[in-house]
């Protein structure tokens, strides 16, 4: 839910006795996306958002960021046509945001793709983002099996240098349906696809859940498809009907087992071999894909080393190798951190 300040969720782990609210976002908040790439989403007012949990009880959110900062046009309807918008990622894995639609795509009015990112358009002082005309309606769907995640939504058509919208439509703009899918949780995700038969598609709406059918993964959308120029779903004087549409779509399996055999829980077994010199091998699985690290203590509680340092990892089971080269015969301790897992085993290097 959103409201005039901020975003977030009401979760109940008790049936629905008493329930708490998560605060995702607030409005003008300072988000980093990378180097030199900082927006200040504003989720309120016609702002969009979607969520689904997975099957380990993990939370994925869409938001479109919307703004109230115009783009500006030189063309028909000058000077403003819309307020801009941008598709952004959050989940209770890692707690960050993340854009997953196509920069390149942000702002077709300008040779400059990053020119909507000067200080014209945010500041101090506004502090409103500008990343795109329109990316809206996103909406998600996770796998409860796999880590496998899908997000789509309505995105305007750009010409082929993306230096403009396409061919103006008795003064409306074209838009496409795009989707893209993650295979590991949100960490990574493809690259932002047009998907085919969906000219003219919007307000998609994707099921919660991603379905199996022996090999096959696929999302289930319906999204409404304008195809006469002018139409308008709530406008009395819409030239036609607008109809509704069903599409299956098919997703990638690639780096995903078929066969589903992930683990079901968080694990760390006992290092092999025990006692060791000087190497020794760590092994642990992840149900989801987590945040790791695993470092070794002595027995004062002091850590001497980090064999995994806060990397993001897949679910699946993982092995390191520790060479203890450098370190005196003795009592250690090697803990594990992953999401909110803690485990501490200990061992024993004799040189």
């Known amino acids: 839910m959103d409201s005039v300040s901020r975003i977030g969720y009401f979760l109940s782990t008790n049936s629905g006795s008493t329930w708490t609210w998560n605060n995702l976002g607030l409005t003008g908040q300072t988000v980093v996306l990378g180097v030199g790439d900082t927006i200040y989403p504003l989720f309120a007012n016609f702002g969009q958002f979607s ?39 959050w989940n209770s894995i890692t707690s960050q945001w993340k854009r997953i639609s ?21 500041s101090a002082t ?3 983002n500008g990343n795109s005309y329109g990316f809206c309606w996103p909406t998600i769907s996770v796998d409860t099996l796999t880590n496998m995640v899908f997000a ?36 990574a995700w493809g690259a932002a696809t047009k998907l085919a038969g969906t000219e003219e598609g919007l307000f998609p709406y994707a099921s919660r859940n991603i379905t199996t059918a022996g090999t096959v993964k696929s999302a289930h959308l319906v999204y409404e ?41 968080f694990t760390l077994d006992q290092n092999f071999p025990n006692p060791f010199n000087p190497a020794t091998t760590f092994r642990f699985t992840l ?12 027995i004062l509680g002091q850590e001497v080393a980090t064999v995994v340092n806060n ?6 089971e993982h092995t390191y190798t520790f060479d203890a080269e450098f370190l005196a015969s003795g009592v250690y301790f090697y803990r594990l951190t992953a999401d909110k897992f803690t485990s501490t085993k200990k061992m024993m290097l004799m040189k």
Do not use: E, M
């Open 287 to 298: 149900p989801l894909a987590s945040t790791v690290k695993l470092s070794i203590f002595n």
């Open 51 to 89: 969520g689904s949990f997975d099957g380990n009880s993990k939370l994925h959110v869409l938001v479109n960021g919307y703004s109230f900062a115009p783009v500006k046009w030189t063309g028909p309807n000058a000077p403003y046509l819309a307020t801009s918008h941008q598709v952004l990622y």
């Open 225 to 265: 498809c304008d195809t006469v120029g002018g139409s308008q779903t709530a406008s009395a004087t819409a030239t036609q009907q607008i109809n509704w549409y069903y599409q299956k779509i098919d997703l990638p399996l690639t780096g995903v087992d078929n066969n589903v055999n992930l683990p079901g829980a």
């Open 102 to 122: 196509d920069k390149a795509f942000a702002c077709p009015l300008y040779t400059d793709t990053s020119s909507i990112y000067d200080q014209t358009f945010y």
């Open 152 to 187: 789509a939504w309505t995105q305007p058509r750009v010409n082929a240098t993306k230096t403009g919208f396409d061919t103006l439509w008795n003064g409306y703009i074209h838009y496409d349906i795009y989707y893209t899918v993650s295979q590991n949780s949100g960490a």
């Open 311 to 316: 990397t993001a990892l897949a679910a699946g």
């Open 126 to 128: 506004t502090k409103r």
